[in-house]
């Protein structure tokens, strides 16, 4: 009996503790959210656009001690506009395992805002990323699941084709892994990717 006791003792402690990474995370990324639009209000029309993109991208994500693995990496996005600012919600999964190795899936949730030109977008943001990722550290190799924060920047170029609704974006994004992931390894994940995209909306 004194050994189940301890037994779940040890469990609440791992679930208190990931509780606590997540609600620190949600404290990290909702003020970002409701502060976004009011950086960005000031370069706004008077009614703005919305913009809807979504592309693929193909890159490598790196967390642990072993090098990067490739990944596959969709994304959606949902822009409101202004004269050149504009306030942007991304969502990109990121799919380890298309050529070898063992499965893993990283989504990152990005809030943020840029700048916008004709056929050019730069924006950047606060992200929350849920991922459950084969990672090794410098003495355990694990499957390990977690949610926390992190950054994110993003290019897109687009051409003369389809009315300038084509183009490429490359975006990178960093996330720091911690809480349940901290007996196998605590550190920053990096993920950058490259690919074509497709928008549609009020771009101008």
């Known amino acids: 009996m004194a050994r189940m006791a301890l037994h779940i003792e040890g469990?609440?402690?791992?679930?208190?503790?990931?509780?606590?990474?997540?609600?620190?995370a949600w404290a990290f990324l909702f003020p970002s959210t409701l502060a976004a639009p009011l950086v960005f209000s000031g370069s706004a029309r008077a009614e703005p656009g919305a913009?809807?993109?979504g592309g693929a991208g193909f890159g490598v994500l790196a967390a642990g001690v072993t090098s990067g693995r490739f990944?596959?990496?969709?994304?959606?996005?949902?822009?409101?506009r202004g004269e050149h600012g504009f306030f942007v919600a991304r969502d990109t999964v990121s799919l380890l395992g298309a050529n070898g190795g063992r499965f893993g899936i990283n989504n990152e949730t990005t809030v943020g805002g840029g700048l916008s030109w004709e056929r050019v977008n730069v924006s950047a943001g606060l992200s929350l990323a849920a991922f459950s990722?084969?990672?090794?550290g410098p003495r355990l190799c694990g499957q390990v699941?977690?949610?926390v924060p992190g950054v994110s920047a993003r290019l897109d170029v687009f051409g003369p084709y389809l009315s300038g609704g084509l183009g490429v974006s490359v975006d990178?994004?960093?996330?720091w892994i911690t809480g349940a992931a901290s007996p196998v390894w605590?550190?920053?994940?990096v993920r950058c990717s490259a690919?074509?995209?497709?928008?549609f909306g009020s771009h101008h």
């Not at 990722?133 to 090794?136: G, M, R, V």
């Not at 990178?172 to 996330?175: F, K, L, R, S």
């Not at 690919?195 to 928008?199: A, T």
């Open 51 to 53: 913009e809807f993109s």
């Open 172 to 175: 990178c994004a960093a996330a």
């Open 71 to 80: 990944v596959i990496s969709p994304s959606v996005s949902l822009s409101l």
């Open 145 to 147: 699941q977690g949610v």
């Open 195 to 199: 690919g074509p995209i497709f928008r």
């Open 133 to 136: 990722l084969p990672i090794c």
């Open 186 to 189: 605590s550190g920053v994940s």
């Open 11 to 24: 469990i609440d402690a791992v679930g208190a503790g990931s509780y606590r990474v997540r609600r620190r």
